[in-house]
């Protein structure tokens, strides 16, 4: 069972985020961080960037991979997650660029991008702590319903919902990819300790479905449950069908 934290807002989740990560990095100077993109975990790397900062927290040390990536966007496109993930990880934390990677979403090389990256992720030993958002769906990385539990880092098709969720970061709809690179839910499962993140009405559904629903792919916020360390951390409304 997931250990639920309910707290006021974001930036208390921050805090708390913050605390758990310095925590870590402190007993573990080359600790691998699980990154997620998305709006929810915005506030807790801007309370870890702080507190990296006030408490002159070596980071130098600190390996990164993010959960997924966009398949087809030109090189340096802003709202590609290689430029999201170095706008608001990399560079406010100030961490070493070349230690934190993002799936690979260039088509010419997709074919074995996923492996080479589960390749990555097993070399640097797995992902110390990974930090989850979680989709209206209920996706988590961009592991839509129906993906399976047991999934690897591969080439998926955005539903219809998630791209409409996501259009508001691009000019138009059309312009958001049909297809997304993402770590499995097995790949995200393998990591020792998951921190799911969740505020707002719009995300209670999901949320209830995956700390207390049943384990399903239909769900894969879900899966949590099989992982025998998770802290879910939500505000209020987004605990509301708890
Ligand atoms: C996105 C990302 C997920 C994220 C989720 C929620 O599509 N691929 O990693 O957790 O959807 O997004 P948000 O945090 O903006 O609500």
Excluded: W
């Excluded at 340096?76 to 961490?95: D, F, M």
């Amino acid at each position: 069972m997931a250990e639920v934290v309910v707290v006021a807002n974001e930036d208390a989740a921050g805090a708390l985020v913050a605390d758990t990560i310095v925590s870590l990095i402190r007993s573990k100077p080359d600790v691998v961080l699980g990154l997620a993109t998305g709006s929810t975990p915005l506030a807790s790397y801007r309370a870890l960037a702080r507190r990296i900062a006030d408490d002159a927290v070596d980071v130098r040390g600190v390996r990164g991979f993010a959960l997924d990536e966009y398949v087809g966007l030109p090189a340096g496109h802003p709202e590609s997650y290689r430029a999201v993930i170095s706008r608001e990880v990399v560079e406010p934390l100030g961490l070493t660029p070349e230690l934190v990677r993002v799936p690979n979403g260039d088509p010419a090389s997709i074919e074995h991008a996923g492996a080479d990256y589960e390749a990555a992720i097993t070399a640097a030993g797995g992902v110390d702590l990974q930090i989850l958002g979680i989709g209206r769906t209920g996706h988590i990385g961009f592991n839509e319903p129906g993906s399976s539990l047991a999934s690897l880092t591969r080439v998926k098709t955005l539903t219809e919902a998630t791209r409409l969720d996501n259009a508001r970061f691009f000019d138009s709809p059309a312009d958001v990819p049909m297809h997304c690179i993402t770590q499995g839910i097995g790949t995200i499962l393998r990591a020792r300790h998951l921190v799911l993140l969740a505020f707002g009405a719009a995300k209670a559904h999901a949320v209830a479905a995956a700390v207390e629903g049943p384990v399903s792919a239909s769900q894969p916020g879900s899966a949590i449950q099989l992982h025998p360390h998770t802290t879910v951390i939500v505000d209020e409304a987004a605990a509301a069908e708890l």
